[in-house]
């Protein structure tokens, strides 16, 4: 599969737009609120500005200025007017303090249906899924398939790990799906212009046979999941150069996407999550990952191997012998 990158010419394309209910989805709680409130504190400062400018006073503006107690108070008061608790005492004769009035009250009878939307959206924008900060690649014989391990016991080809959970200790997933591909770009025969390619990879299933999809029945809270993707060459650096048969070396902007697709336990609803990791941006590291040690016994955010989710296994001392392989 390709897409064309163009550069825009006249006809009136490219048309972006952005999806403010997308826009929305994608940040915190806590930033939509301070972004809330931050707008509307200085709409109220900008209010209390331009009322004092065209009020009728016969003080001067530098004295109507340097009052600063009533300038703090006339901005609470077109504060409460923009949230709808309370009204702006304009002059009758005053075009300008009408209008600033008009603009409050507008705004604070929106508010509360902004602030209800952000609610709903946020209420059904889920995304259960925690990533591990970048995919380690190591040795193909180390993935946690004893039968994939045997078959490449004796072989120096890698494999990339990602890493995954579930944060939501009240949140069931089921049917979760897991797929990769990959994204690069290269220059056209024809023309010489960059042409985006996507590559579907072969993961490993739940028997460590490649496959186009790995999936689980069911997503343990808090337990940690891996897709295996087989590199079926050696990578003795980063960034590695071969995939799964293809040759990046003439490739240009190369990512990894892996997408996961589930369904949630009695709300019902589709959730969908990816992670892009980029080849030329450290996405990537050598070596294994640190394992989490389950125990029955203890709650899943008390198991060993969570403060070095994000880490590495430390490499064996130089006067220590490789770590064994298994027999092929």
């Not at 039968?147 to 200790?169: E, K, M, P, T, W």
């Not at 997503?219 to 960034?239: K, Q």
């Not at 955010?301 to 012998?321: H, Q, Y």
Request: aromatic letters at 10%; hydrophobic letters at 45%.
């Amino acid at each position: 599969m390709s897409t064309r990158w163009r550069a825009g010419r006249p006809g009136g394309h490219p048309r972006f737009r952005t999806s403010v209910r997308w826009w929305i989805a994608g940040r915190t709680v806590h930033a939509l609120l301070l972004m809330t409130l931050g707008a509307l504190a200085a709409l109220s400062v900008a209010v209390a500005t331009v009322w004092t400018l065209t009020e009728h006073s016969p003080r001067s503006m530098g004295e109507r200025f340097s009052d600063r107690e009533r300038l703090v108070a006339l901005s609470l008061t077109a504060l409460r007017a923009c949230v709808g608790a309370g009204d702006l005492a304009p002059e009758q004769d005053s075009t300008a303090h009408q209008v600033l009035a008009t603009v409050a009250s507008v705004t604070g009878s929106l508010v509360p249906a902004v602030l209800l939307g952000i609610v709903l959206i946020k209420m059904f924008a889920l995304r259960p899924f925690v990533w591990r900060q970048r995919a380690s690649v190591s040795q193909a014989w180390t993935a946690d398939f004893p039968g994939y391990s045997r078959l490449h016991a004796d072989s120096d080809h890698a494999i990339i790990a990602v890493r995954f959970y579930n944060r939501f200790d009240n949140l069931s997933v089921v049917d979760l799906r897991a797929r990769a591909h990959l994204r690069y770009l290269e220059r056209s025969p024809h023309d010489g212009s960059l042409v985006i390619y996507k590559q579907w990879l072969k993961v490993l299933d739940a028997q460590g046979d490649p496959a186009d999809e790995r999936s689980w029945l069911a997503v343990e809270r808090g337990a940690p999941f891996t897709v295996w993707i087989p590199v079926e060459a050696p990578v003795p650096e980063l960034p590695f150069r071969h995939i799964q048969g293809k040759d990046l070396s003439g490739s240009h902007g190369v990512k990894l996407l892996v997408r996961l697709t589930a369904r949630t336990v009695g709300l019902g609803t589709e959730v969908a999550d990816e992670r892009w990791f980029d080849l030329s941006a450290g996405d990537f590291e050598l070596g294994r990952f640190v394992p989490l040690e389950p125990d029955l016994n203890k709650d899943v955010w008390r198991w060993r191997g969570w403060s070095g989710f994000d880490g590495l296994m430390p490499p064996p001392p130089p006067d220590d012998p490789e770590p064994t392989r298994p027999a092929a």
